[in-house]
């Protein structure tokens, strides 16, 4: 097969599709022909050599995947070969074809093309484990997404609302935030212009939000929980504002308010079956309906991936920006 390789690391001219190995669908495993991929923050880091993969991992860049199963390895039921599924992945998803646990497989939703498929896995798993099983998002709460034109935020947003709650949103430029209130957005902030402690205390009678969903980290720890409700829950996704900040206990102890970090990426297998086995009961449904749906930026030859990062890198997109596997366009 071929792959997107990285011979060393570097910046997106780093990113090289070259002959590789075929993987093999190992115990409990399928082996997955890759329709499409979709770019992350995570892949850049990756790139630059600061983010390798976990132990086990595919050494090649891609958390997502869609396609068709080519074979089935031992200790699977329920997926046979020829199934359209799309799929979390460690890694390895910039390739044409992935193994990947069966666990971490989803079905193409009814009614989704394959390729635009591969825009779900990630974002959908990311934003139902931190916002909802970790946080408990309720209807009528209040939900702030910074940065609610990034790919995970334009899933905060349309799911935070499927469940009735209110959504806020920080995002730079007038541009991006119309996009976010057309996906339902009703608060929004140019956290260039604004301040959104200020413009989130004015817009919720000075209550705040119940639940933050972060991907900043320790540039804005501190406004976060001066943002926070009482009771309140700040969820740390992102450091992209750096890794260590100043904790203020005192305010979280008089809010009675909790500040959670996770990464998906290395969580064992049974936690990521956990969280797709959830993903498909309550978010599938939802996609199905129509009631959430992908939003896709722009789709990209896969071998082209080094203009992909470059895409993700200047921060012009809204969304999802996905790579086609040659297979993929057939
Ligand atoms: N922990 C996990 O398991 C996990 C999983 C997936 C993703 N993530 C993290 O989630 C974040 C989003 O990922 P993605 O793939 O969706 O990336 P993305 O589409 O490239 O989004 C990055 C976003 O950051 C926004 N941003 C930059 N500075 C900001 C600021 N000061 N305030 C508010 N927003 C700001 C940008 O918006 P503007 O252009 O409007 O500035 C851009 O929309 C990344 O940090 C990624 O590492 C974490």
Known sequence: ??????????????????????????QGEVLVGVAASAVNRADILQRQGFYDPPPGASPYPGLECSGRILSVGPGVSGWSEGDEVCALLSGGGYAEKAAVPAGQLLPVPRGLDPVTAAALPEVTCTVWSNVFMVAHLRPAETLLVHGGASGIGTMAIQLAKA?????????????????????????????????????????????????ILDIIGAKYLDRNVRALAANGRLAVIGLQGGVKGELNLGMLLGKRAAVTATSLRGRPPQEKAAIVAAVREHVWPLIEAGTVKPVVDRVLPMPEAAEAHRTLESGAHVGKVLLVAPAGRR
Do not use: N
């Open 1 to 26: 097969m071929h792959a997107i390789t990285i011979p060393e690391p570097g910046g997106p001219e780093a990113l090289v599709w070259a002959e590789a190995p075929d993987p093999e669908p190992g």
């Open 163 to 211: 469940v009735g709650a209110r959504v806020a949103v920080t995002a730079g430029g007038p541009e991006k935030l119309a996009r976010c209130a057309e996906l339902g957005a009703d608060i929004l902030i140019d956290y260039r212009e604004q301040d959104f402690v200020e413009e989130l205390r004015k817009a919720t009678d000075g209550a705040g939000a119940d639940v």
